[in-house]
């Protein structure tokens, strides 16, 4: 007979495989149709000829890095350190991302949130959020240096702020979304470890 809390921490694991897989999913998607700015020459005259408009694409959050981080700071056993990395490094592949630089950053940023979560188990909403995003943007800023020394082509300065900003805007939504729709919540008193660990 399979222990109930086990049960339960595998039947969440999967779930969060699932959610990863679906934000991975959705951001694949081509939901951007807009024509890019093309210049080609005109025969005629010889001069560049601008075809399509020129369009501001504002960078979307990194919902990998706020579900990972929503479980973490409530259930972090439901997502092992395996987990993560098999979960950033797939996203790394299907982005086209320089493969590893990305997880292992935010893997360190993970473990900082892990420590904080075991350490103390009564972490509020507004303590939480100011956690994960100065983790975030320590990531996004120390993945922006590791890029720029190996000189791998980055996303702009303004970009980068932005990815943050938003970032920081939809992590009070994912926590909702965990709370309410996964069940994801806070372990209680009873449900500690002999040694104070979050199950």
Same mark, same amino acid.
């Given at each position: ?27 694949? +998607? ?41 479980? +973490? ?36 940023? #993970? ?29 996004? #800023? ?7 020394? #190996? ?8 970009s980068s702020v932005l990815h943050i900003l938003t970032t920081a805007l939809a992590y009070p939504l994912v926590i909702a979304f965990t709370h309410f729709i996964l069940r ?16």
């Open positions: 007979m399979i222990d109930p809390i086990t049960w339960r921490r595998f039947q969440n694991r999967v779930l969060f495989l699932v959610v990863c897989a679906l934000i991975i999913f959705s951001q694949l +998607l081509p939901l951007n149709t807009a024509p890019a700015a093309i210049k080609l020459l005109d025969p005629e005259t010889g001069r560049a000829v601008q075809v399509g408009g020129a369009y501001f694409s504002l960078p979307g959050p990194d919902l990998l890095f706020c579900l990972t981080a929503a479980y +973490l700071m409530r259930r972090p056993r439901w997502a092992p350190v395996a987990l993560i990395v098999v979960v950033q490094l797939l996203a790394d592949i299907l982005f086209l991302r320089p493969l590893g630089l990305w997880p292992a950053i935010s893997l360190i940023g #993970f473990e900082f949130l892990r420590r904080q979560t075991n350490a103390s188990n009564e972490v509020s909403v507004p303590l939480e959020i100011a956690l994960v995003v100065g983790t975030f943007t320590a990531a996004v #800023f120390a993945n922006g240096l590791a890029q720029l020394i #190996f000189a791998v082509p980055q996303p702009s300065f303004l994801v919540r806070r372990a209680g008193v009873r449900e500690l470890d002999s040694d104070g660990v979050i199950g």
